[in-house]
């Protein structure tokens, strides 16, 4: 099975922003890692510059909200088109998945090269993210907006006065879960067992 909802689009932002480098005096291609969340410097080896992504929010998209069912010759891509054989499911249920990704830099010729390729990574309009289906055989172009972006740059004293730039997006998502993907988030309870023989009940309690 492939990954689902949210967890498609967390792999998704994470693939889209692999590969980015910038150059300094030193070196002429350094890698720019991509975390999910802040790296704990016991767990990871805390490099700059990085990049880290936080999911904040998750919004019902009553807007674009529609009932009914669909029908299409293959599932939503998960099964191989047969002649004359036609799926029928429930319309998704739309969400919007609210990103904050912050670029983290020590060197101004980095953090204005992250401002810069961030900006081309997720214009204000007319972006899309490639985002796999539940097995991962077919891929949907999701919209995505930018629709912020704050300077927080700041002095730590900890680390001896040094400068710490960061810059902080905020990128919208739009998703979808499907309704077979809340059903197989639910199981079914097998047994329910009530116990009627507990010893020891304090005062003032009772068995059932």
């Keep these: 099975m492939g990954n689902p909802f949210i967890v498609a689009e967390d ?104 401002m810069y390729d961030l900006l081309n990574k997720f214009p204000s309009k007319f972006g899309y993210l490639s985002v796999p289906n539940e097995i991962g055989t077919a891929y949907s172009g999701r919209s995505m907006f930018l629709d912020g972006f704050v300077k927080r740059d700041a002095v730590e004293e900890e680390s001896g006065g040094r400068r710490l730039l960061r810059n902080v997006f905020t990128v919208r998502v739009i998703s979808e879960m499907t309704p077979s993907q809340a059903a197989n988030a639910l199981q079914e309870v097998e047994e329910v067992r009530i116990n009627t023989t507990i010893t020891n009940i304090p005062s003032g309690y009772t068995s059932v």
């Excluded at 922003?17 to 999910?36: I, M, N, Y």
């Design 11 to 114: 792999l998704a932002l994470k693939t889209w922003l692999q590969g980015l480098t910038v150059d300094d005096e030193k070196v002429a291609d350094r890698q720019v890692k991509v975390w999910f969340g802040y790296p704990d410097v016991e767990l990871r080896k805390q490099e700059f510059p990085f990049i880290t992504i936080d999911l904040i929010d998750i919004v019902p998209a009553n807007d674009r909200q529609w009932s009914g069912y669909l029908t299409d010759d293959d599932n939503r891509g998960t099964i191989a088109p047969s002649d004359g054989e036609a799926y029928k499911y429930k319309a998704p249920v739309a969400y919007d998945l609210v990103y904050q990704l912050t670029t983290y830099a020590r060197h101004p010729r980095h953090d204005r090269s992250l």
